[in-house]
């Protein structure tokens, strides 16, 4: 029976890419009867109901290695957030709280800066993550500059874009695949959905094994629902330094003899992100009175 990826769902019907072409398929009635809803990023198996037509029904969804909820989306290999260095300026904010929230979730992180044309501020961004550990690069998608760097970083995994709007990701991924949505909206057309489907999460395959997921409206995450002393796991470049900590449960935030407090003030640590870390603890803290 052939397998592949649910590239795209909408309106009941779920489009499956086997490495060649695009299914519209059906979910089986049995998933229904399970409580099991089939996501964006599914490797499913399914059945060919009409090979004319290029349709089927989805009969077997094989199990997730992660998921999100919103977007609803699972089996991801990393997140590319994508951000401008100027027009507009970065939120650093915005960005650290997408980290901790994809830190949560245990899924690997790359930060591309795009508009590098406009602005050179590559010193300036890259000493505020230098500690953190996250791969960092920089792009031009209007002038072209690191396109092929960035793209090679997406090769054999599949990925979610995020980011604001301004900076740049759709333009990034037209130059990425020209051709993007040909081939799924020629399937949507056979079903009259073909102009709903930039309100939902979709993927395209890039390659071999590669897939990208762009994800209209997925800006940033509301980091909550978790306790804030555990928080400071979020922030890699705490790890090493928390080791100097007098208390093993110091959360770094009022404790005296504070490992990572020490490295802040060495300059080891940029002081913007452990800002950050401050506003998400006190934002965690407050919601759990209530």
């Not at 005296?256 to 300059?267: E, T, Y």
């Amino acid at each position: 029976m052939p397998t592949g990826k649910i590239i795209k769902g909408i309106a009941g019907f779920y489009y499956v890419h086997d490495g060649h072409m695009v299914w519209a398929c059906r979910a089986a009635g049995i998933f229904r009867r399970l409580g099991i809803k089939p996501l964006v990023g599914d490797d499913v198996e399914f059945d060919i109901t009409d090979e004319t037509d290029s349709e089927g029904n989805v009969v077997r969804v094989f199990p997730r290695k992660n998921s999100l909820v919103r977007p609803e989306v699972a089996n991801l290999d990393q997140a590319m957030l994508f951000f401008a260095v100027a027009s507009p300026d970065p939120n650093l904010g915005v960005l650290d709280r997408l980290l901790v929230s994809m830190e949560l979730r245990g899924i690997p992180c790359v930060i591309a800066f795009n508009k590098t044309d406009l602005a050179d501020r590559r010193y300036e961004l890259s000493q505020a993550y230098r500690s953190s550990g996250y791969d960092i690069m920089f792009l031009s998608v209007e002038r072209g500059w690191n396109i092929d760097a960035v793209k090679e970083r997406l090769m054999h995994k599949t990925t979610v874009l995020a980011g604001p709007s301004g900076a740049g990701k759709s333009s990034f991924l037209k130059k990425l695949l020209p051709d993007a949505g040909v081939v799924t909206g020629a399937v949507s057309a056979k079903i009259g959905r073909g102009k709903q489907t930039t309100r939902h999460s979709e993927i395209f395959s890039i390659g071999e094994n590669s897939y990208v997921l762009d994800t209209p409206g997925f800006t940033s995450f509301e980091v909550s629902g978790i306790d804030e002393t555990k928080l400071r796991h979020c922030y890699p470049e705490f790890e090493e330094p928390s080791r100097n900590c007098r208390f093993p449960d110091c959360v770094h935030i009022g404790e005296p003899d504070c490992g990572v407090k020490a490295a802040i003030a060495a300059g080891m640590i940029s002081a913007e992100r452990y800002q950050s870390y401050k506003d998400i603890y006190t934002v965690l803290k407050s919601a759990r009175k209530y």
